[in-house]
């Protein structure tokens, strides 16, 4: 009796610890960098890869914005490209999730729900992130190039500068 209470006692006491591992381990995210993972990047890059084209991969020029990624598995785009023809904006909210190196972006906007899906690869000593996301038709990918924004810093307060008073008229 005695060995099946202490079987059911360590199997139970490996579930509530596989249970408190599980959020972790199912965001492909080893515990120690999911602090630094968690941020708000930059983006520094953009390059498309097609592969119904002979021609080189195409860095697009001109690009900025930011993307957050939240612990909760929220996101939030805000993606900027200067093209010759004018700026062109690109704004997503919505939920991430990640499996091993594998991202899936699931968000809805003006023409209904929709998933991209790719991979990712996050460097903690430098806080660079590249995520390629799989393109239309297959085959096609669009690689970009992020870098966690530092946070900001508290500005010093401005000192007060009290203004001259103005003598009255007479």
Do not use: C
Not at 81 to 100: C, D, E, K, M, W
Not at 139 to 151: F, M, S
């Amino acid at each position: 009796m005695a060995n099946s209470a202490l079987h059911t006692t360590l199997f139970t006491a490996a579930g509530w610890l596989t249970a408190a591992l599980l959020p972790a381990a199912a965001q492909g995210l080893p515990p120690a960098l999911l602090p630094s993972f968690y941020a708000t990047y930059q983006y520094t890059g953009y390059v498309v890869y097609e592969d119904s084209s002979a021609a080189p991969p195409t860095a697009v020029r001109g690009v900025g914005g930011t993307l957050t990624l939240r612990p909760d598995g929220t996101y939030e785009k805000h993606l900027s490209i200067v093209a010759p023809s004018g700026p062109h904006y690109f704004n997503q909210t919505g939920r991430f999730a990640l499996a091993g190196d594998s991202i899936r972006f699931a968000f809805t906007d003006l023409k209904g729900s929709d998933v991209q899906r790719g991979t990712f690869r996050f460097d903690p000593a430098t806080k660079r992130l590249t995520v390629s996301i799989i393109g239309y038709p297959s085959g096609n990918k669009g690689v970009y190039e992020l870098v966690a924004a530092e946070p900001n810093a508290t500005p010093a307060p401005k000192a007060s500068r009290s203004k001259p008073t103005k003598k009255a008229r007479r």
